[in-house]
């Protein structure tokens, strides 16, 4: 049964860079059948994606985002990570990490199926 | 891009049945069959419920059924039932290669 975790502090400093991992585990994050992303949710708000990558670190960013984010994966260790530069306080949300079907190297295609917990970031000073 | 339009709040008496729209543009729902639909109980994590705009996950109640036409998706939850009362989402994949959530609507059951 595919579980994800994410991990990193629930509290940074508005201008520093926000840093979560993803840990995955009873399946195998370098499957060529799936993607594995970022959303978030604002406290009260509605859902965002933020960004996801596949195994071999090929990349797709919100575009609103896509200037201040940054998604890696650590295939040996069977995780992925999300960095959020010079975040403010709208950067304060829940963020999930997810698993999402795609076409093999073309891209993600179908919703996530899989989900975290969620990890609530506070933005402040 | 801009967030898929939804009712804020669609409300139902037990057993009845109840149609959330989604609605996109031509470079979302327009073009793609790549919708998802979600549903959130507060303070837990979304559930897939629908994908590919009719296709239901292993697990989830026959009740819940999708369809699309042009621009506009829709959810259907008949037999309304008090644990169906929850926030749902559509999402689509889109020409640019990323993904857009809808405004989210509050399903309550009367």
């Known amino acids: 049964q595919l579980q994800l975790q994410e991990s990193g502090p629930g509290l940074v400093k508005p201008s520093e860079t926000l840093s979560l991992t993803c840990i995955v585990s009873g399946g195998s994050i370098s499957s060529s059948r799936y993607y594995w992303g970022w959303t978030r949710q604002p406290p009260g708000k509605g859902l965002e994606w933020i960004g996801t990558i596949y195994y071999s670190g090929n990349t797709y960013y919100n575009p609103s985002l896509k200037s201040r984010v940054s998604i890696s994966v650590d295939t040996s260790k069977n995780q992925f990570s999300l960095k959020v530069s010079s975040v403010t306080a709208a950067d304060t949300a829940v963020y999930y990490c997810?698993?999402?079907?795609?076409?093999?190297?073309?891209?993600?295609?179908?919703?996530?199926?899989?989900w975290g917990q969620g990890t609530l970031v506070t933005v402040s000073s | 891009q801009s967030a898929l339009t939804q009712p804020a709040s669609v409300s139902g008496s037990p057993g009845q049945s109840i149609t959330i729209s989604c609605t996109g543009t031509s470079s979302d729902l327009g073009v793609y069959n790549y919708v998802s639909w979600y549903q959130q109980h507060p303070g837990k994590a979304p559930k897939l419920m629908i994908y590919?705009?009719?296709d239901r996950p292993s697990g989830i109640s026959n009740r819940f059924s999708g369809s699309k036409s042009d621009n506009t998706a829709s959810l259907t939850i008949s037999g309304l039932q008090a644990e169906d009362e929850a926030d749902y989402y559509c999402?689509?994949?889109?020409?640019?290669?990323?993904?857009?959530f809808g405004t989210g609507t509050k399903v309550t059951v009367l």
């Open positions: 590919d705009v009719t």
């Open positions: 997810a698993r999402h079907e795609g076409i093999p190297v073309a891209g993600p295609r179908r919703g996530f199926d899989s």
């Open positions: 999402s689509s994949y889109t020409s640019s290669s990323t993904f857009v």
